[in-house]
């Protein structure tokens, strides 16, 4: 291919090389999480995991494994950068984004290390682009300490059946509310999960229960409900569009973890996970 030609002999002076024959396997999860300008790439011969953060409240990560890219070159144990996520989608939406038939933009993604801009070569019918962009000192990604052993109820879902349920939803709320339960206490609404959402026409209410087809597991361990800013939440709905199915987990604190199995254009599992702090906890009686 032109583009490893071109690029095979500086590949000594990178600490980071990888390539993606389809530029947009990487392009449509950075979509997913761009929420905010910047994002914190951290990379070890496992993979690449994107991170981005909002007012430290919620967080999204992509996480690309190594074994999908069809190059993956690391020479350090951990690379850490931060970019400007904004300009880095324009680069592959402008010079990688091409929707002709057949046609898929080519991407070589090197990195000299600290100081040094991360560098984009674009290459499509032979033509080859170069982007370089800044990178900057990472800020420190918040710990959720959301571990598996803490976790209290978990489902999976098949996303068509999330995306059908916030479209029914009332979004103009305020908060989403999330109830999960291992029995059956409510007296309105039969189920084991629960949405609520509380807008300005009224409450609207989406449950599943547990012999649901569009449910794959449930495992609940005791009622649990908190509420958790939409404004938040909202961000999220971009993976979930992109997912076949979505993980919805939440802790003994009420932390909420979303991750979403998403599929490329190539058939390749990648996924998106996005942690939420709750707003407030809701007594079992409300």
């Known amino acids: 291919m032109p583009l490893s030609t071109q690029s095979q002999g500086e590949d000594e002076q990178y600490i980071l090389v990888t390539s993606l024959d389809n530029a947009r396997n990487l392009s449509n999860l950075l979509k997913a999480i ?36 069809q190059e993956f070159t690391i020479k350090e144990d951990l690379i850490t950068f931060q970019v400007n996520l904004t300009v880095l989608l324009d680069c592959l939406n402008i010079f990688g984004g091409s929707t002709s038939a057949g046609i898929s933009t080519a991407l070589r ?93 009224g409450s609207a209410h989406y449950d599943y229960s547990k012999d649901s087809d569009m449910m794959e597991l449930f495992r609940c361990k005791e009622t649990q409900t908190n509420r958790y800013k939409m404004s938040l939440l909202k961000p999220s709905t971009k993976a979930l569009t992109l997912s076949c199915k979505v993980s919805v987990r939440t802790d003994s604190r009420g932390f909420l973890s979303l991750q979403y199995l998403v599929r490329n254009d190539d058939g390749q599992i990648c996924f998106v996970e996005y942690f939420c702090c709750p707003d407030e906890e809701v007594e079992e009686d409300s």
């Open 109 to 201: 993604m090197c990195y000299k290390g600290y100081g040094y801009p991360l560098t984009l070569f674009l290459e499509e019918g032979g033509v080859v682009t170069v982007c370089k962009i800044n990178t900057e000192e990472p800020e420190e990604p918040i710990d959720f300490d959301f571990c598996s052993s803490n976790v209290t109820n978990k489902v999976i879902l098949q996303s068509e059946s999330l995306k059908e349920a916030f479209s029914e939803l009332d979004l103009t709320s305020e908060m989403l509310q999330i109830t999960m339960s291992p029995s059956q206490p409510f007296i309105y609404h039969r189920c084991l999960f629960l949405l609520s959402t509380f807008g300005s026409s």
């Open 34 to 69: 761009s929420f905010k300008d910047h994002a914190v790439f951290t990379t070890t011969p496992n993979g690449l995991k994107v991170t981005v953060e909002d007012c430290k409240c919620v967080q999204a990560n992509a996480f690309i494994q190594a074994d999908i890219f």
